[in-house]
């Protein structure tokens, strides 16, 4: 348990402190334990590594405001992390929504970042206009599960009856293992059904997700809910309002890209666009048969492709 911005943020660590420091940010559902398979790899290779559960998720702190969850205190909060590492710079890998955070976090404090690896979700320019107005725009008829987030409460109890099936069924639905036909169940007419409904069931888990791991998935996430992973996602206005001034930035730290080439994310936001906004891209990996939980379905390619960016930096 470390102490950072005002909260107690929960760690996973390996390798020896005075070694290069690398952070894990993992997304939405997961956990620190996301980076399972990366912790002993990057530590094995000389690194020191730590994947933190992030405000809101597992065993940190979960404040009770929405606005506690914006991008200025997630961002804060890794700072804050950094400092009590005692550590002037990371190398800053992160996930889904850590992809997010990450790109706030070289915008706002590039000199403490000395290199950055977005997964599944790329760097992208801001928006034009607040993402839900935009959203409201794209999804006339079809149902959206970032607006579906947006009202307190709603989500969180579709997500929150039963955890069991919904890990198991939201893992499943985008993995590399997924038919189309199952990853495109989010995208379907609105209908009065949930999140949770619209995922389909699986007849087994998939070779990259055992029994055990999804009962640890399973475990937290009945203890704690789902809100504090929501209100990320209810700061999505806030945080382009927070903003103004990451209009038309580039990221000026070294980066890469990290991602499964059947990862849906990848058809709304293709990682291409970054070559014109990280002005130090040193990749772009696409890893064959993978889904969106690309670090967790094909880790021996993703620890490869991040060893190898660490090496050149």
Known sequence: ?????????????????????VVLCHGFPELGYSWRHQLPALAEAGYHVVAPDQR?????????????????????????????????????????????????????????????????VPFVRRPHAPPTEIFKQLFVDIWFYMLYFQEPGVADADLGKDPATTMRRFLCAISGDATAEQMTALASARDGRGMVDRLPEVDGLPAWLSQADLDHYVEVFSRTGFTGGLNWYRNLDRNWSLTPTFVDAHVTVPGCFIGGQKDPVLMMTPPESMKELVDDLRGITLVPDAGHWVQQEKPRAVNEALLSFLAGL
Not at 10 to 15: I, L, N, R, S
Not at 82 to 111: K, M, T
């Open 1 to 21: 348990m470390i102490p950072t911005n005002g909260i107690d943020m929960h760690v996973h660590e390996a390798g020896s402190p005075g070694q290069p420091l």
């Open 56 to 120: 809101g998720y597992g065993d940190t702190t979960k404040p009770e405001a929405i606005e506690d969850y914006d991008i200025l205190h997630l961002t804060d909060d890794l700072l804050g992390l950094l400092d009590a590492l005692g550590e002037e710079q990371a190398v800053v890998v992160g996930h889904d929504w850590g992809s997010i955070v990450l790109s706030g976090l070289v915008l706002r404090a590039p000199e403490r970042v000395r290199g950055a690896c977005w997964m599944s």
